[in-house]
């Protein structure tokens, strides 16, 4: 009985596996990531997908650059956790809000004066310090370079030359990690 189940746990998820490579291809995926997101925000399997991937790579699972935000809520004051992508410019790390200024986490760092933690495996306080605008276009090319999911959200190919993120920098917030205090 266990090795029927497993073969077909296995199938099942090669399965669900193909059906996303097909989705990753279509133009629902190119054209904003219909899947999970509706109008920039993301929808009930959005919110339940981020929690599973905060959950996972909270605890160390993928690699060093998916990680989990702790942040606390601008309103509620309650702790948020959600999944994002560590991108690296120089010797430096950031975070992109590849929904740009909606996205929640944003008010929420700005509400905290860039207080927040970073959990992979283990959890690290840092100060997010926000770049000015002038300064972000190569950040948000480098972060396209690894954040695969976010390429639907940001409307420059990654390939593109620096001038095409020159001109939509300005609506897509980047934060420098660095240490607190």
């Known amino acids: 009985m266990p090795r029927r189940f497993s073969a077909r ?3 099942a998820l090669g399965a669900l596996a193909g059906a996303y490579g097909l ?3 279509s133009g629902a995926y190119r054209n904003g990531n219909r899947l999970f997101y509706r109008d920039g925000r993301p929808n009930r399997l959005g919110r339940g997908v981020g929690r ?3 959950l996972l790579y909270g ?3 993928g690699p060093s650059f998916l990680v989990a935000l702790e942040t606390t809520g601008h309103r509620s004051g309650k702790p948020r956790v959600i999944p994002v992508v560590l991108g690296e410019f120089g010797d430096e790390q950031y975070l992109v ?3 740009g200024e909606r996205s929640p986490w944003v ?4 509400a905290a004066d860039g207080r927040a933690a970073i959990r992979h495996g283990s959890r690290r306080q840092v100060h997010l310090a926000e770049v000015a605008p002038e300064d972000r276009a190569p950040v948000i090319k480098a972060y396209l370079g690894r954040a ?3 390429r639907p959200h940001i409307p420059v190919d990654h390939d593109a030359p620096i001038e095409d993120f020159e001109r ?3 609506t897509y917030p980047v934060f420098r990690v660095e240490p607190p205090g």
Do not use: D, K, T, V
């Open 9 to 11: 746990l296995l199938l």
């Open 23 to 25: 989705y990753l291809r």
């Open 52 to 54: 599973l991937e905060a």
């Open 59 to 61: 605890c160390g699972a």
């Open 97 to 99: 809000s590849m929904l």
């Open 107 to 110: 008010h929420n760092i700005r």
């Open 148 to 150: 695969l999911g976010a």
């Open 168 to 170: 939509i920098a300005a």
